[in-house]
């Protein structure tokens, strides 16, 4: 059997890391837990949560159970000193008031929520409707899409996490936005989500009752994460990119799929767009790009990003389609990927991914 | 074309009924209103809410927008005296404090939840876990379960509507067991039950997220509707009938599927089963003993409790599985069901029947 | 209680209509028989079938158990000559070596599929993938989405019942384009689609197991309804319009959910928007414009578009959701609502509609 | 952290085991796939389909894109001689002729359908509607419940592995007969599955239109597991068992859930049941007594099997609940967990299991 696939788990000889995860009974941080517990080169050595805090992992989570043996706590920075790693999985607009603590007590933090992403404080507070309470701290952070930005994250010991939209948006459209091949101008997005991306919730438009056999948009233009995305994307394309962005909930647990539309410059067809994704994602471990139409089904409970891309002749469009889990790819596989190349460890660690890129 | 179906809707030369609401806002006075707006001889003139008042039906349910014109309204009693026939809605519990207060000055209750169907305060606080406040008023409801006690109901002022597993459990087990078919002895009941049973809920445990892709039983064994279900079943066996009773969690909205194992008296066989089933059903617009093995998506949307058996020769049981829509037969449709039948009116009146019991 | 609602089904003093149905074995010929079998002036007569030719109605869906009686026969020309209307609910391919025998010799004929709603057999050929085999018959019909065509619909013999995502798009972009509010260039369609859009399906990838938990665009770019919405949108903009259309299916039973970005005047802000929808729908039964984002839940198994709309001052877009349940507005409803207008009886009559358009 | 998991992954330093799936493009077959292609001391060498044969693996599954480069064969017995272990995943009924031209050709066997787990031709023709082909290989497989017959399956050389619904039931009922807690009379297994039990399908009643928001037992006392569930526990019981067993399809992809009533032994409590299962389950990897009710989401993708259990002391019964994924430990992951045991690994190899269990 060729199989790219290598061991899952890295026993390695060296150190251990012993990480914290603040925020660990929500969706991220279970997620982060279940993909940690996998490994022996790290030992999580806190989780804290809040109205959980007492309470076993698997009596929160009861599929943990005989394999995870770990109580949540309150909150508690002397707990944290010294930590080689923390990875922040609050709700937004949480985090902002924890990473200052954190600062410089700490080895290295990823922040999985918004508070940390953009480096402007009137965006944040347009977008996501409140004062940032640490603008100090805003623009310190790397952005942590590993596909674009692995030197800086290597070097990083503030890595703010891609939203799960985000993500699913700009890995396609980075590199066609560096290459020229689309305009930045005139882009539209329209994103739909399973549920956890909205957290554990206990809200009645998010019981099954009102989510099952229904579709519905939100945020129409004014998701929080639409001035991240621009921003990441203006970078890539060295002119401001302005675009509509809509996202919408369907009845599914994980994942997100991305239809984007784009103007195709003249010069470019599909060979070239090919050639762009190539050349781009020869390295990547984790970016599939597809001759078939990506679904989401083919990335669940990876951490796997697959794009594919249609170029539309009559309207002069490239339209592309992208699909993430949005809790892998999207929050706790991503941070992980964040975590090894921060630790110099091959990005894949403990995600499974290529022959290549795993450990020795 | 032969159809059975009759006009949904009764244009009476006569005066119309005026109704009232109390509890609109679930999902069960949703289902009432849905069904109640089609008719044109009832006026539903009010509708209580809790968190709901002020609201218009619409905000709540944009469904009924440009159908239903009517405003929630904080429950009042001076506004409901001289109602025709008031709908009590409210989660067990509630309608203990309100049914006393409506008796004497309106026409007629019909109580939807589970405050009055049993007849001991013993077994309502040791399976509902609270004490009767009202227990002046226990037994004096007739049990509102209209194949089975159609008279009784013809002549009562205040209606208990049975729960939606009793109605599933009781309907095809009561003739067998009136007829000594099967045993009163070793009776077992399993059923799943779509998230709408359980109200509009705002906990984690029914989101999306929880209730998808998953099943669990709850309640075993101790389930408020197992003193109910005992209680009419004894009657009809004329002996008194112990059962184990287990609910199960599907992630369906409406829907509930009941199977049944019960022993078979050594007299009988399927021929016997289909004739006892054929001479108390004759007349019963809402029954259909099927052939082939019910589905819940037959009955979903309708007022049809559908039943199938199978005698297994090798265990001397017949298993029978049976299927309603846990918000119309097992809640809205059983209460109109029964106010028909309380307004002299053919009881299939607004819900879609068979042509024999559609009016005129 | 103010209901804008009428009985959904009108009681003729005058002579019954007499309907064929081929096809009706499928999920639009069901929700036909469905719907029609609630009214008491239609008569619904003769029902064909393929494959289930023989069977009763309740064979193939038990749900009609007790309601409806009639049987399916094979597709036999004599037993619909003379009928007042044929509903002809084929797959596309299939109505255009039908409707030829049954001209002249049938009162109206009303074709759900897509063989008569292009006018052009190159676009036919280009987007089915086949050739048309009755070219003379193309252009004859009249496209039935009555609250544009209502006129020419009053006045046809033979209508071509929009398709379920033309339908969706269609009703909210027409008054915006012949309003001129909204530029006929550069219009964006992102839809998705429950599975019965698909029809009663054998395949593998319509099977629960590929659908549910999953999300997949298809046909991106060359989806067969294209064509039908540049050619009705044409007409509304008075000038061609080149869309980009993607259709999605997503793990829902019924239900369409159109987004569409659209290129906004600069005259034109929300309020003129408001404006140009209320006149256009003012004497429309099914079009609601919401003032909250619509979901699919709202329409199921309504004959209603919802539809609402954002004008987002950055990228100077209105972006527009709609929302319609495939099977009736996008299929039987409509259809039910062209005959309707055919047999100049109320649009909504049997549909639930509101009060000033009821029949009386 | 305390963790009791450990590397998924076991780097041998010894010989590769060189295996074998027949029938590696259905559900099952995939799942074998997936989990065996994380371990670096199995190779898979040969996969084999039917219809899908010539394709490559992420043609059929476009979720093994990157990670397994494996193409289906036609079936060839010349390829497989000699292999260390084959995986027979066929469906029943196919494997009765494929199995007697491995023997003595292969190291090892495990058949995951149903051909070879009884023990008697009429019960297999009775229950499975055919004449069984291999007489002579009747019997001679070892039944391969690891917790109950692990020394007989370190032995063997040719395994059947269990059923999906038996697993799921003879785990939870097995000790309890053994012990006398509970009489082999009157036993009554409940069972509702998700989809992907039926295999990868391709009929009408699998799809997703007709599967979603429905439940539908079948197969009602009749079910071709139920001699298979009899047969190995009245070994347990030590007398003959015959119990009553009705299956249910319920609208998920993974999971089943089980419950059992049985009838107690008046000397035993709650308190001697917890004894019993402790007892019966001290070393087993894979089974968890909970003290909760369980619930499918839990075992989702895992190995585990999580029973629970309630006394009804007002009917003298135990009411147990388990549940598993009938992909993994009711199908691919149990065949791996015999696997590990036929080849003296440890049994949780590659499955994620407890601590103890892990290599080395």
Same mark, same amino acid.
């Given at each position: 059997?060729?199989?790219?696939?290598?061991?899952?788990?890295?026993?390695?000889?060296?150190?251990?890391?012993?990480?914290?995860?603040?925020?660990?009974?929500?969706?991220s941080? @279970?997620? /982060?837990?279940?993909?940690?517990? %996998?490994?022996?080169?790290?030992?999580?050595?806190?989780?804290?949560?809040?109205?959980?805090?007492?309470?076993?992992?698997?009596?929160? &989570?009861?599929?943990?159970?005989?394999?995870?043996?770990?109580?949540?706590?309150?909150?508690?920075?002397?707990?944290?000193?010294?930590?080689?790693?923390?990875?922040? +999985?609050?709700?937004?607009?949480?985090?902002?008031?924890?990473?200052?603590?954190?600062?410089?007590?700490?080895?290295?933090?990823?922040?999985l929520?918004?508070?940390?992403?953009?480096?402007?404080?009137?965006?944040?507070?347009?977008?996501?409707?409140?004062?940032?309470?640490?603008?100090?701290?805003?623009?310190?952070?790397?952005?942590?899409?590993?596909?674009?930005?692995?030197?800086?994250?290597? @070097?990083?010991?503030?890595?703010?996490?891609?939203?799960c939209?985000?993500?699913? +948006?700009?890995?396609?459209?980075?590199?066609?936005?560096?290459?020229?091949?689309?305009?930045?101008?005139?882009?539209?997005?329209?994103?739909?989500?399973?549920?956890?991306?909205?957290?554990?919730?206990?809200?009645?438009?998010?019981?099954?009752?009102?989510?099952?056999?229904?579709?519905?948009?939100?945020?129409?233009?004014?998701?929080?994460?639409?001035?991240?995305?621009?921003?990441?994307?203006?970078?890539? @394309?060295?002119?401001?990119?302005? /675009?509509?962005?809509?996202?919408?909930?369907?009845?599914?647990?994980?994942?997100? &799929?991305?239809?984007?539309?784009?103007?195709?410059?003249?010069?470019?067809?599909?060979? @070239?767009?090919?050639?762009?994704?190539?050349? +781009? &994602?020869?390295?990547?471990?984790?970016?599939?790009?597809?001759?078939?139409?990506?679904?989401?089904?083919?990335?669940?409970?990876?951490?796997?990003?697959?794009?594919?891309?249609?170029?539309?002749?009559?309207?002069?469009?490239?339209?592309?389609?992208?699909?993430?889990?949005n809790l892998?790819?999207g929050a706790a596989? %991503?941070?992980?990927?964040?975590?090894?190349?921060?630790?110099?460890?091959?990005?894949?660690?403990?995600?499974?991914?290529?022959?290549?890129?795993? &450990?020795?």
């Amino acid at each position: 059997m060729h199989i790219y696939a290598e061991p899952f788990i890295h026993t390695t000889g060296g150190e251990v890391i012993h990480a914290a995860i603040i925020g660990a009974s929500g969706y991220s941080g @279970a997620e /982060l837990l279940r993909l940690l517990a %996998q490994r022996t080169d790290v030992s999580v050595d806190v989780i804290t949560a809040g109205a959980s805090a007492g309470k076993s992992v698997d009596e929160v &989570y009861p599929a943990f159970s005989g394999t995870i043996d770990l109580r949540f706590t309150s909150l508690d920075y002397a707990s944290l000193e010294g930590m080689d790693i923390v990875f922040v +999985a609050l709700p937004s607009g949480e985090a902002m008031s924890v990473v200052p603590q954190l600062m410089g007590k700490v080895g290295r933090i990823i922040d999985l929520g918004g508070d940390f992403r953009l480096s402007s404080t009137s965006l944040y507070s347009r977008y996501y409707g409140r004062a940032h309470t640490a603008p100090e701290l805003l623009g310190t952070a790397v952005y942590g899409l590993p596909e674009i930005f692995k030197e800086q994250i290597a @070097a990083a010991a503030f890595v703010a996490n891609p939203g799960c939209y985000p993500t699913s +948006a700009i890995l396609p459209l980075y590199p066609l936005l560096k290459s020229g091949c689309v305009s930045p101008a005139g882009i539209v997005i329209n994103s739909v989500s399973g549920v956890s991306g909205a957290g554990r919730s206990s809200s009645v438009e998010m019981s099954f009752a009102e989510v099952n056999e229904n579709v519905r948009a939100y945020k129409v233009g004014r998701h929080q994460h639409i001035p991240e995305m621009e921003m990441v994307l203006s970078k890539g @394309a060295g002119a401001e990119v302005t /675009l509509s962005f809509v996202p919408h909930l369907v009845p599914i647990t994980r994942g997100i &799929y991305s239809t984007i539309h784009a103007t195709l410059a003249k010069s470019c067809d599909a060979a @070239a767009l090919s050639e762009v994704y190539r050349n +781009a &994602y020869a390295d990547a471990s984790f970016v599939r790009i597809r001759e078939s139409i990506p679904q989401i089904k083919d990335v669940v409970n990876s951490n796997f990003c697959d794009i594919g891309f249609t170029v539309d002749q009559r309207t002069g469009q490239v339209i592309i389609t992208s699909t993430i889990d949005n809790l892998v790819k999207g929050a706790a596989g %991503q941070a992980i990927q964040n975590m090894n190349i921060m630790f110099a460890l091959p990005e894949g660690l403990g995600l499974g991914t290529r022959k290549e890129e795993a &450990y020795v």
